[in-house]
């Protein structure tokens, strides 16, 4: 039994063998061959190993004539490992005495050297682990003859390990055979974790090397509360998960017929309304169960997942109309297409960035290929006749971007005008505020935009300079540092005081501990994931705005993190007592 502690970002917990994807998504599975099977697997393994030497000497050579002499040494070491008793002896070895299929033995074998080596944690032999993998990965595509793994055609419940999940892998994932998924790298706020969370699947991030430490087949258990993973548990402690299983479910439960018979107001009474944040429009039947508002943010690139190119209008157009039907008169937020960064970069063709979060991500991107945009805004003016509809543009750094949007919206509305098509005439349009650059000159937004919503997830990446997807700096990304409050309180500040509709639509407005500070800085908005909503609505109904003002003054005086962080939780454990509450 090995216990391995990451990074909590969707709670539940999952018990189930193992599903191992390389990073290349090869899926490499453990599994023993017979005793009349040993010679032929061992022939196809030494036919993977001659493939790969020929493959390697073809670079080598190529590379001989048209680049540096060092370059071609790289490869005259590959070629060496290749040739290395490790793997010309361990290997065969292992599929004679253990019986392993030859992928089984590649990557048993690759784990054992590739382990000491990354221990040692110093660059020089880092980089060698990397020529490791490379040859580990050429000879995995030899044996399997095929790429990445589709998650989508699963016949058993499993615990996908992988080293990264890209957005577009984990929405669509099989949610009725993923029990969960545990990755190497990852962030609290990645949009892989913010997934998770809509598809609820237990899931741990930025466990660090958790694809060399797992075998496919080992049982694994995922705590996503805690974070912690426990690979091939005893039976008592596989005992003591499935409670804990249970456990949280049965608090699930707790909080959802507490919201249930909770006031929609605070304590004193004051409205708060709570949105919902969703990727797809049947996302709204469990939103409206837990009594949303409407949807504060529907992340429309998500559609694209669905049709796995560009939407025309008529598919965006049938996403509203779906999306209206469901909400049955409540608003419907529609942000506009948040492509690049990490989000289907490759699958829209995007060119490799170096920096892609700072790069052509989003508006700029929108901007850019402004044909996108406007098949998304037909579409979203046409449906908005079907119900309250706002449009809110995404990264917005500057008021000259927020024009440029503007001028393409009203650009959109002439043509639907002169073509004689039917469209909503007064759809308010916003924009998210999850720029520094934005949050910081809020007051020049006011006269021409109708609306704010603070996307804290990135507001917080870009202030503190921590990349959301990153474990390494997972313990940096901080809601309560004071730069991040400030902001975020000047925003909903200027809003309130210029009567602006403002709501905070980041993972910050769904955590209990940050909801309440963001309470007494005036806001009345709140744009969560589903989940979320029972333990925010039922915390919010236990708290007057006397109360939370005094919070978030005693909160703003101090100059750490860590220290608001303590004076918020206290009062979580005040509002939502354990003995209540507790798992
Ligand atoms: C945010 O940045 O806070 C946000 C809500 O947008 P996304 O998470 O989709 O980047
Ligand atoms: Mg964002």
Request: proline share 4%; hydrophobic share 40%.
């Amino acid at each position: 039994m090995e216990i391995k502690n990451g990074i909590p970002v969707s709670p539940g917990v999952a018990i189930a063998p193992a599903l191992v994807l390389d990073s290349e998504s090869f899926r490499i599975p453990r599994r023993f061959i017979r005793k009349d099977e040993v010679d032929t697997e061992l022939k196809r393994f030494e036919l993977a190993r001659t493939k790969a030497i020929g493959e390697i000497s073809d670079i080598r050579d190529s590379v001989h004539s048209t680049a540096k002499e060092e370059v071609g040494l790289i490869f005259d070491a590959h070629l060496r490992m290749l040739d290395d008793p490790l793997i010309t002896r361990e290997i065969p070895e292992k599929i004679k005495t253990k019986r392993y299929t030859p992928e089984y033995a590649v990557s048993r074998v690759f784990k054992k050297i590739i382990k000491p080596i990354r221990e040692i944690n110093d660059a020089y032999f880092l980089q060698r682990v990397n020529d490791f993998y490379d040859i580990q990965k050429r000879l995995l595509r030899n044996l399997l003859g095929q790429r990445a793994h589709d998650l989508t055609e699963l016949d058993r419940k499993v615990v996908v390990v992988a080293h990264d999940l890209t957005p577009s892998q984990t929405a669509t994932l099989d949610k009725n055979m993923v029990a969960g998924f545990i990755t190497d790298v990852g962030g609290a706020t990645s949009h892989t974790a913010i997934l998770a969370n809509a598809l609820g699947i237990p899931a741990v991030v930025g466990l660090g090397t958790i694809t060399g430490d797992i075998s496919g087949g080992d049982v694994v258990i995922v705590d996503g509360k805690t974070g912690r993973v426990i690979v091939n548990p005893d039976d008592n402690t596989r005992a003591k998960y499935e409670a804990r299983g249970q456990g949280y479910i049965d608090r699930e439960k707790r909080l959802a017929d507490a919201a249930a018979k909770a006031e929609r107001t605070t304590k004193d009474g004051a409205a708060v309304n709570l949105y919902a944040n969703i990727e797809w429009d049947d996302e709204i039947e469990f939103a409206n169960k837990l009594g949303a508002d409407g949807v504060g943010l529907f992340r429309t690139e998500f559609i694209y997942s669905k049709y796995g190119a560009h939407p025309t209008e008529e598919q965006h157009y049938e996403t509203y109309r779906r999306a209206h039907g469901l909400l049955e008169g409540r608003p419907l937020t529609l942000r506009t297409m948040d492509f690049g960064a990490d989000k289907f970069a490759s699958e829209v063709g995007l060119e490799r960035e170096e920096n892609p979060f700072l790069g052509c991500r989003s508006i700029r991107l929108s901007l850019r290929q402004p044909h996108l945009l406007i098949t998304q805004l037909r579409a979203a003016l046409r449906a908005a006749l079907l119900g309250p509809t706002r449009i809110m543009l995404p990264m917005v750094g500057s008021i000259e971007e927020f024009r440029a949007g503007k001028m393409i919206v009203e650009n959109v509305k002439g043509d639907l005008e002169r073509e004689g098509i039917e469209f909503a005439k007064d759809v308010p349009l916003g924009m998210m505020v999850e720029v520094p650059s934005a949050a910081l000159t809020i007051d020049s937004f006011m006269d021409e935009c109708d609306f704010f919503s603070i996307g804290t997830n990135d507001l917080v990446q870009y202030t503190l300079a921590v990349d959301r997807n990153n474990q390494y700096v997972a313990n940096l990304f901080k809601h309560t540092n004071p730069a991040v409050l400030r902001l975020v309180k000047q925003v909903i500040d200027e809003a309130v005081s210029r009567g602006k509709p403002v709501s905070v639509c980041g993972e910050m407005a769904g955590e209990a501990r940050f909801a309440m500070i963001l309470l007494g800085f005036g806001l009345r908005e709140f744009s969560v994931g589903p989940t979320a909503m029972p333990e925010l609505r039922t915390l919010l109904s236990r708290v007057t705005v006397a109360e939370a003002e005094a919070l978030a003054n005693k909160a703003m005086a101090l100059c750490s993190a860590d220290e608001i962080a303590e004076v918020l939780d206290a009062e979580v454990q005040r509002l939502l007592p354990s003995e209540e509450f507790g798992e």
